[in-house]
């Protein structure tokens, strides 16, 4: 085998695929807003499946300017062991409709590419992946999601549809 067959393509980042990732995780939360009773930063849900309890997801408000919000989305609660709750900070751009993962567990600035292997054994696509979680966890509350009538609660933005 020569040399260059050995080489290791660099993975190039899918921008047709993270951007839609992204556009689609700001129509969820569009969607899941919808459940604001009060006028406040949090709204918290249980998942439920028929009668089973999956769970409590809690969506914070950590900062508001013009054209962006960043949000904590975090779940606080699980009915099994298979789950950690997740905790990603999101920021949501209204001006271009999108939301994007920027963070998980703390950790900052996930890279679009990652050389791999790495210290953190991130994947060379985290980002992308990142948003798809963040989508299908969307999906998964707007499907089993119940609003709880003490917790339902979500502040909206001057200017921003909801």
Same mark, same amino acid.
């Given at each position: 085998m020569s040399a260059a067959t050995l080489r290791r393509h660099r993975y190039v980042p899918d921008l047709q695929r993270l951007g839609a990732l992204c556009e689609g995780n700001y129509q969820r939360l569009r969607r899941l807003r919808n459940l604001e009773t009060n006028d406040t930063?949090?709204?918290?849900?249980?998942?439920h499946r028929e009668s089973h309890?999956?769970?409590r997801v809690s969506i914070s408000v950590l900062q508001q300017t013009r054209y962006t919000e960043t949000l904590l989305l975090e779940q606080v609660h699980n009915s099994g062991r #298979? /789950?950690?709750?997740?905790?990603?900070?999101?920021? !949501?751009?209204?001006?271009?409709?999108?939301?994007?993962v920027i963070s998980f567990y703390g950790n900052r600035q996930i890279a679009a590419v990652n050389d791999y292997p790495n210290r953190f054994m991130h994947h060379p696509?985290?980002?992308?992946?990142?948003?798809?979680?963040?989508?299908? #966890? /969307?999906?998964?509350?707007?499907?089993?999601?119940? !609003?709880i009538p003490e917790c339902s609660q979500w502040h909206h933005s001057d200017g921003v549809e909801g």
């Open positions: 930063d949090v709204l918290q849900f249980d998942l309890y999956l769970g #298979w /789950l950690n709750n997740p905790e990603l900070t999101v920021r !949501v751009y209204h001006d271009a409709s999108m939301a994007e696509d985290e980002k992308v992946q990142l948003n798809g979680f963040v989508a299908d #966890w /969307l999906d998964y509350c707007l499907r089993f999601g119940h !609003v």
